[in-house]
């Protein structure tokens, strides 16, 4: 029987250097940005919902073709990894509410709830990463949205795209699976 450090790591091990979500997320949000340029902000935000709604699946397509398991029945890290997906998507409620009454928020809304499972993810991997990630695109978000007031879709979008490429640079050039190691 593997003991729950064996199953983490076997979870790191399976799941590669975990860059196939980072990666569809920053491939997204940047649509995002980049649509946020040209169309009215009320047409952007739509374009918002889809683009985040396709991240699981083109995350699993990158992984697919990077050899990345995102599914492993029976680890309770995977398990875990799972239940923090589904806790930041019972956001999408509060997410809709706000589109019909305050679309602006709606989008920092969305943009800091969809990074909080990155939390859970760093103590699963034993790295800051997950933690960097969540406070970083916390205030970069914020303050994208309190200063450019006038472009909260492109500001925020770009804010979680700086955020996604720096995660990527730190699970790209860093071991997980230590503390306190990014």
Known sequence: ??????????FICKSGRFLAFPLAGAISWLLVAIAASFLEERTAIYVLLFSTGAIFPLALAIAKVTDQQVFQKGNP????????????????VLHFVLLFRFPSVAVLSIALALGLHWIVFGWIIQSSVGII??????ALCTAAFLLLPHSPVSAVSAAVVACYLITIVQLSTHQVGRKNNT
Do not use: I, K, P
């Open 77 to 92: 890290f995977a398990s875990l990894m799972g239940l923090s997906v589904l806790m930041v998507n019972l956001m999408w």
């Open 1 to 10: 029987m593997q003991t729950l450090e064996d199953q983490r790591a076997e």
């Open 133 to 138: 990630h969540a406070l970083l695109r916390t």
